[in-house]
């Protein structure tokens, strides 16, 4: 005999559709609605206490605050309440595979959330005396040997903040570098399957931007860039591998050439993921790759930074490195080179980049990442990105247009268009259907060389079985768009939200929360 | 009055030596919902094929180019709170910008009405 | 290796699939001679979770923890409590392994606290608008320089002298690459900076820099200032680097600030040795299209209902490239959250009491240390910082506090190496950490140090 089923419901009693149907709270069971804290918290109310303040006679110098802040507080219940329900609406690594090209979305060991919160280096002062420092001093000169050592290359700069703070950072070694060579180079050259942020950035430094082309086969256009190569060309910024998925197959030769032209090679490291442990990059005649620590090294992405982009060096451009940095002493102490010992052991540096010394709490995260894989296990995080890549790719010869598949193997991502779907079904579609599928669908749109891209970065800490399905829903997908099936325009269905107006949002920007006006009772 | 085309997808309307500038139907279908306008200032020197205004969409911005060169006499403030004008009427209401023209020979290169319907039709 | 998911069999059949003998075979783009073929030489191998842990315990005992001994530090990065509910939430998976929210229907959780975020910044700076966060504050306050040089179409920018060294050490550099012109002064414990910022202020200033409070701690009316940048066309920027101390005193967009930027660490985040820190960003609506950095805007979707979304993002370098208003890419999303949460617990009234908590305990820490013969106050006002001026110099005095197990502040000689005139000064934070009992023996440790004497 079975047991009882409590909720009295039996196959054949058919199911009626309620999914339509509106809830009084606007909630869908563990969908869960959530207010502002504008519309929940009110200025009285707070979720700290604190010991009464001794009296003391005011020395504010006269501008008390006399106004209010409008700042509503929470008791320590409603908080919580609020945040967690916050987060359950939003995709996670934690919640499921991740799969956006050039971001890099592993897992993220809790190992190192552990460490970084280890008392001496949470709650260490960047300007503590240095005597007293010497544990985190040394955290960060540790984690500068490995990215030396896993580069190949002289020096590194810890200090930038993201991966855009360290390309700037090695862009303007390059300026500090031909400043001291007394020569006048306006022009970096791009190529176009670049991120926006390498022309971005050789824009703020002051050059002068020149897009390279591309070969059919998605790679740099060498004879292009050596025809382009002269006296006015301060270097190159090259992704390697690029944002096509694929290795620079002649980054050494390019190196060369620009080397010969007295320019210098930037290369941006995002990809580094995909050759970590296989391939240093300082033998390939790179003078300066940022390394973003929150995509090969595991750091979290937080919904949105903080990174860190340390940026190493070839001995080339490492004179003009910025300040500060940690440098090992006879002794065996750590001293952190600033402003005042610059002048005797970094005479060139082009200056400071920011306040203090750099993401101290990205370093700890990163080391224990680098420490747990080792020399060995790096290279197997390559080769088990550059495996995973490759499945998908061939998993779904047939289902979706490669461009460049025949290039050759792929690196750690995978690159897909939107040819041979449906009249009016794009990438959007597919995007908006792997979200229906459970998953954060890939980078869309990227890089701007082929139509409608889609890029899978998979990275090695995805399972087979986890791909094998993953593969499955983007196969399910794709195939819906080529047939034209129209719930797929109006994807997601089952998210917290479906598609915004980004239109509205744009044209009239609502950026902070302001109080309804009142209504105005009618007379 | 004689309307003149650009191959960057600007029209100009010229009066005398006044003309009027906008963005083609074409362009406006192309960007899609336009979420913003930048206009120049008025007075300010335009020289042909220089950057002249600023078009944004939720996800592309471009650059308006000035057909010809001059000095700006007006700009349609109306872009400022209603953007969509350059959706919705794009070669009337959702004009950018006037300019006293400096060098009316300037008009010569640029194409008529059916020249770029053929132009645009060969893309 | 525990976080790597495939077994040797998986690989196998994936290589398969695949059609490669190896996973060598992957690799043949790499030419012959970059190619490593085994592990790196003379790096160690992978490692326990137990062995790593053990690692760090034991460098992290090698540092002195603020919260294990009396502690004076400020200068731009101040320790506060920092309630237990803020680090839990903001280690939930879904906060902490999220990405930008790039697909907004699956991220309206880091959305939303981003708008609630943003309009906490705006109302506690006493602006109109605020972005979504910067690197930090030193980085928050060039960009707004640059943004500046955008709105007035001028290339000079004037710092106040009692703007963080570190912070006009970054616009100097910044500045020498994109040709701006920086007008400085030296620092000057006997005065404020503000006759020389008016005096400066012409028809070429883009904007005149103060930090309020600042770098000693002391805190002026900025109404004058703005009221002359502005008869000159030119903007206020308004650094803070204390945000607690708006809970106590005036917000600068009251005084007629342009742009505020400031440091946001004090709230939620941990004094990490220097970061990840969080910038704030705020100003004037009616410049919110040179804003750099993400922005999140309200907005509805298909059923009507309310979301958000990250808006007015051509302004920004992954569409406008080389145009764009800055090349920034990341916010700093978790330092972000960390702050909204620590500012929703403490509301108006918890953030008001906190401030008053903090001035009450600097005012009683700057009464007690002036009673040490031959110390004098600096400041004529303070809110939670103050400078000292010592008779000895102020750097070997930290040394020999630090040797005595107190962490007793920042000398002016670290900040400012080579100005003599400054090298008695100490710069001292007192926060609510601080109890009475930290008071009293850095102020016997300070008097004991003092009487024997320093750099013999």
């Known amino acids: ?523 | ?123 | 290796m525990r976080y790597l998911p495939l077994t040797d069999s998986d690989r196998q059949a994936m290589l398969a699939t695949i059609g490669a003998a190896s996973v060598d075979d992957l690799f043949i783009d790499v030419p012959e001679e970059a190619r490593l073929n085994g592990p790196i030489a003379g790096l160690p191998m992978h490692a326990s979770e137990m062995a790593v842990e053990r690692h760090f315990s034991a460098l992290a005992r090698k540092n002195m923890a603020a919260a294990h001994h009396p502690f004076f530090l400020g200068a731009g990065a101040y320790k506060h409590h920092v309630p237990a509910s803020v680090d839990h939430l903001i280690q939930r998976g879904e906060f902490l392994t999220a990405y930008t929210p790039y697909q907004p229907e699956i991220a309206q959780g880091t959305l939303q606290m981003l708008f609630e975020f943003q309009t906490q910044v705006a109302r506690l700076f006493g602006c109109d608008v605020a972005n979504a966060s910067m690197y930090d504050g030193s980085t928050a306050c060039w960009e707004a320089i640059g943004m500046a040089g955008r709105v007035t179409k001028r290339k000079k920018a004037i710092l106040s002298s009692g703007l963080h060294p570190h912070y006009v050490s970054v616009a100097q550099t910044m500045a020498r690459f994109t040709g701006d012109t920086l007008d400085l002064a030296a620092l000057d414990m006997a005065q404020s900076d503000t006759a020389r910022l008016l005096a400066s202020i012409d028809s070429e200033t883009s904007c005149v820099v103060v930090q309020y409070p600042d770098i000693l701690g002391r805190i002026e009316d900025l109404g004058p200032i703005a009221a002359k940048a502005h008869e000159h066309g030119a903007l206020l920027i308004t650094v803070v680097t204390e945000p607690v101390a708006l809970g106590a005193i005036k917000a600068p967009g009251e005084m007629g600030a342009d742009i505020v930027v400031g440091e946001g660490q004090s709230l939620g985040v941990g004094l990490q040795f220097g970061g990840p820190y969080v910038g704030l960003f705020a100003c004037k609506e009616k410049f919110v299209r040179q804003m750099p950095g993400r922005l999140c805007g309200e907005t509805v979707d298909a059923e009507g209902k309310r979301g958000f979304v990250l808006t007015l993002s051509t302004r920004e370098q992954h569409i406008r490239r080389e145009k764009a208003t800055s090349n920034i890419c990341t916010n700093s999303g978790l330092c972000a959250l960390a702050f909204s949460i620590h500012m929703s617990l403490l509301g108006e009234h918890g953030l008001r009491e906190l401030a008053a908590l903090n001035h009450a305990r600097a005012v009683q820490a700057a009464d007690r240390l002036t009673s040490i013969p031959g110390v004098s106050l600096v400041n004529d006002s303070f809110f939670n910082e103050f400078t000292l001026k010592l008779p000895a110099n102020a750097r070997d005095v930290v040394h020999r506090l630090a040797a005595k197990k107190v962490l007793g502040g920042v000398s002016l000689g670290r900040l400012y190496p080579g100005q003599a005139t400054l090298e008695n000064g100490l710069l001292v934070a007192v926060t609510e950490v601080v109890s009475d009992e930290d008071i009293e023996t850095l102020a016997v440790a300070l008097q004991e140090t003092l009487v024997e004497g320093v750099g013999a």
């Open chain 2, 1 to 123: 009055m004689t309307r003149y085309f650009t191959d960057e997808h600007e029209w100009i309307e010229v009066e005398g030596t006044t003309a009027t500038v906008g963005i083609t139907d074409y362009a406006q279908s192309q960007l899609g919902d336009i979420v913003f306008a930048e206009v120049p200032a008025v007075g300010a020197q335009l020289f042909k094929g220089g950057d002249a205004a600023v078009v944004e969409s939720v996800k592309a911005a471009s650059d308006v180019y000035a057909p010809v060169s001059g000095s700006v006499t007006e700009a349609n403030d109306a872009l400022a709170d209603d953007p969509a004008l350059v959706n919705s009427d794009p070669e009337g209401a959702g004009w950018f910008f006037k300019l006293e023209l400096s060098d009316p020979s300037e008009l010569d290169g640029l194409m008529d009405a059916a020249a770029y319907k053929a132009f645009v039709d060969s893309l």
């Open chain 1, 1 to 523: 005999m079975s047991t009882v089923n409590a909720s009295g419901w039996r196959p054949e009693m058919g199911e009626t559709d309620v999914m339509t149907a509106a809830t009084f709270t606007g909630n869908r069971a563990l969908m869960l609605e959530e207010a502002l804290i504008f519309e929940i918290g009110d200025s009285h109310t707070t979720g700290v206490d604190f010991d009464p303040a001794p009296r003391v006679q005011s020395r504010l110098g006269g501008l008390e605050r006399q106004r209010d802040i409008g700042l509503p507080g929470l008791s320590e219940p409603e908080a919580v309440r609020h945040y967690t329900r916050l987060s359950r609406q939003n995709y996670a690594i934690d919640l499921g595979l991740f799969p956006l090209g050039s971001c890099t979305m592993k897992h993220n060991p809790r190992l190192n959330e552990k460490v970084a919160r280890m008392k001496g280096f949470l709650d260490a002062h960047p300007m503590q005396p240095q005597e007293t420092v010497q544990g985190a001093l040394a955290v960060i000169h540790e984690l500068a040997e490995w990215l030396i050592r896993l580069t190949g290359m002289h020096g590194v700069a810890m200090s930038p903040k993201a991966g855009a703070h360290g390309e700037l950072c090695g862009i303007l070694a390059i300026k500090a570098a031909l400043d001291a060579r007394g020569e006048d180079r306006p022009v970096i050259l791009v190529p176009e399957s670049a991120h926006g942020t390498n022309p971005a950035t050789a824009a703020f430094a002051g050059f002068r931007v020149e897009n390279i082309p591309a070969t059919p086969e998605g790679r740099v256009d060498v004879a292009a860039l050596k025809t382009r190569l002269g006296p006015d060309v301060a270097g190159v910024m090259i992704t390697n591998p690029n944002t096509c998925g694929l290795f620079e197959r002649d980054l050494k030769v390019i190196s060369d050439a620009v080397h010969a032209a007295g320019g210098y090679v930037y290369c941006d490291g995002a990809n580094f993921n995909a050759i970590v442990g296989r391939v240093r990059p300082g033998d390939l005649g790179v003078d300066a790759m940022h390394i973003n620590l929150h995509k090969t090294f595991s750091t979290p992405h937080g919904g949105g930074g903080p990174g860190s982009g340390p940026v190493v060096l070839s001995e080339a451009l490492s004179p003009y490195g910025p300040i500060p940095f940690v440098a090992k002493m006879p002794d065996g102490s750590f001293k952190l080179v600033e402003e005042e010992s610059a002048g005797e052991m970094h005479p060139e540096t082009f200056g400071r980049m920011t306040a203090f010394h750099g993401q101290m709490g990205m370093f700890t995260r990163a080391l224990a990442y680098i420490l747990s894989h080792g020399a060995d296990g790096l290279k197997q995080v390559a080769e088990d990105a550059v495996l995973n890549a490759n499945y998908v790719l061939r998993s779904l010869e047939g289902t979706l247009e490669a461009p460049f598949a025949a290039s050759g193997p792929c690196m750690h991502e995978a690159l897909f268009t939107d040819d041979n779907l449906a009249e009016g079904f794009s990438t959007l579609d597919i995007a908006k259907g792997l979200i229906d599928e459970g998953y954060h669908p890939m980078t869309v749109y990227f890089p701007l060389v082929v139509h409608g891209a889609m890029l899978v970065e998979p990275t090695e800490t995805e399972s087979k079985a986890a791909l094998d399905q993953f593969i499955g829903a983007l196969r399910s997908v794709a195939n819906r768009a080529k047939q034209g099936d129209p719930a797929l325009k109006s994807a997601p269905h089952f998210a917290p939200r479906r598609r915004l107006d980004e239109t509205l949002a744009a044209r009239k920007p609502v950026l902070v929360w302001k109080e309804a006006e009142l209504p105005i009772a009618a007379e």
